[in-house]
C-alpha cells in the first residue's frame, strides 16, 4: 500500500523495541519514516540498521535527542503524523537521577508538543505513556491466590483497572511520565492538536534489548538463556497483563487511523485479563520451556512497584476494534525463539572476525 501523502512519519525513539517494530509496519505499508533517536540504549544501532536494510531509503534516520528544541522543530515540520516513544524508561534510573528523567520525559514531550503547535496544520501526536501513572493502587486489597497476587473486589478480577481510576504519581518517572501524559491531553484542548495517550502495561517481543530496569519479560530470556541469576524483587507473585509488540503496533497504528474520533482521549493497552501472569508463573513457564534450570535469588521491594496492575482495555478495544490478541504463552515462546536466531546469527557474523584475528 504505497500512501498518497508523501510526508514520512516521524517516531522519536524509533530504533528502541517498540518505536522500532512500528517503524517496520509503517515501512513496510509504504510510509517514509524519519527515526528520530540517541541511540544511546545499548542495542538499538541493531534495530536501525535492520530497519534500513529491510526498508532502504523509506527509513530516514537521524541522530539527535528530544531535548533538542530546534531539531525536534524541525522533524515535527516535515511529518505527517507523530508516535512519541522516546523516554527514560527506568523507575531506577529516574531515582538515581530525577533531573535528566524529568528533562528527557516531561521537557522533551513539552518541546514537541509546542513543535507541534506551531504547525499550520498540527500534526496528529500519539504518546507512549505509562500504568505508573495510577500510582501504587495502595487503597486496593489484594489477596495472593497461589503464585499471583489477585484483587478482592470481584469486578476488578474480572476487567482489570479502567482509565476513570484516579492518576496517583509515584517516584520521579512516574511524574515525569504522568506530567507529559497531562500535557499532551491538555495541547489537544487548549490548542487543538489533535493527540491520543496510550498508558500501557508490559509490552514485549522481538527487537526487546531487555534489562533488569526495563523490558522485564526479555530479560527473564535472556538471563535464562544465558545461564545468569534472576533477581525478583518482592515476593515476585506481582500481577501483570503482558502485551505482545505486534498487538501493540496494531493499537498505535488504529489510533492514528481513528484519531478524529479518539483525538484528546487517553486508553489503557495491555494485554489484560487473559493475559494476566505473575513473575514466579512466567519463570516457570520459561525454565519449563527452554529446559533449562533458572537459579532466582531473592530481594526486597522497589520503589513503586505495583503488586498487580491488569489493564482494563474494553475502551480502546471498542474505539478502534482491535483483534484478538496473542495469548501471553505463544507470545513468550516466540520471543524466545527469535532471542535464539538472533544469537546464532550474531555468532555466525562475529565468526569471521574471530578467524581474522586468530590469522594475525
Avoid at 81 to 88: D, G, P, T
Avoid at 192 to 210: D, K
Avoid at 238 to 255: E, H, K, T
Avoid at 305 to 329: C, E, G, M
Amino acid at each position: 500500500m504505497i500512501d498518497a501523502d508523501p510526508r514520512p512519519v516521524l517516531i522519536t525513539g524509533g530504533a528502541g523495541f517498540i518505536g522500532s517494530n512500528i517503524a517496520d509496519r509503517l515501512a513496510g505499508e509504504g510510509h517514509n519514516v524519519i527515526i528520530f533517536d540517541s541511540l544511546v540504549r545499548p542495542g538499538v544501532e541493531r534495530n536501525l540498521a535492520w530497519l534500513e536494510e529491510r526498508h532502504g531509503d523509506r527509513i530516514m534516520p537521524l541522530t539527535a535527542d528530544i531535548r533538542d528544541d530546534q531539531t525536534v522543530d524541525r522533524a515535527v515540520g516535515q511529518a505527517k503524523a507523530v508516535f512519541h516513544m522516546a523516554a527514560q524508561v527506568a523507575v531506577t534510573t529516574s531515582l538515581a537521577d530525577p533531573r535528566v528523567d524529568f528533562a528527557v520525559n516531561a521537557l522533551g514531550t513539552f518541546n514537541l508538543l509546542e513543535a507541534a503547535r506551531h504547525c499550520a496544520v498540527p500534526p496528529p501526536v500519539i504518546f507512549a505513556s505509562t500504568n505508573k501513572v495510577y500510582g501504587g493502587l495502595d487503597d486496593l486489597e489484594f489477596r495472593v491466590t497461589g503464585e499471583a497476587y489477585q484483587p478482592a473486589d470481584p469486578a476488578l478480577r474480572a476487567h482489570g483497572i479502567h482509565e476513570n481510576r484516579t492518576l496517583d504519581f509515584h517516584t520521579p518517572y512516574g511524574c515525569s511520565k504522568g506530567a507529559a501524559d497531562q500535557y499532551v491531553l491538555d495541547y489537544g484542548r487548549s490548542f487543538g492538536v489533535p493527540t491520543a495517550v496510550l498508558r500501557m502495561s508490559c509490552i514485549y517481543g522481538q527487537r526487546q534489548m531487555g534489562t533488569e530496569d526495563q523490558g522485564w519479560v526479555a530479560h527473564f530470556l535472556i538471563s535464562a538463556l544465558d545461564g545468569r541469576q534472576i533477581t525478583l524483587y518482592g515476593d515476585g507473585r506481582q500481577v501483570r497483563d503482558i502485551l505482545d509488540v505486534s498487538d501493540a503496533v496494531n493499537a498505535y497504528l488504529g489510533v492514528w487511523r481513528n484519531i478524529a474520533r479518539v483525538r484528546g482521549r487517553a486508553f489503557n493497552l495491555g494485554g489484560g485479563v487473559q493475559n494476566a501472569v505473575s513473575l514466579r508463573q512466567l519463570l516457570d513457564f520459561v525454565g519449563t520451556y527452554l529446559k533449562l534450570p533458572l537459579t532466582i535469588e531473592m530481594a526486597d521491594w522497589r520503589a513503586g512497584d505495583q503488586r498487580y496492575f491488569v489493564a482494563n482495555t474494553h475502551a480502546l478495544r471498542t474505539a478502534i476494534s482491535l483483534d484478538r490478541r496473542k495469548p501471553w504463552r505463544q507470545g513468550v515462546a516466540d520471543l524466545a525463539e527469535w532471542l535464539i536466531r538472533e544469537r546464532h546469527a550474531q555468532d555466525t557474523r562475529e565468526e569471521p572476525a574471530r578467524l581474522k584475528a586468530n590469522a594475525l
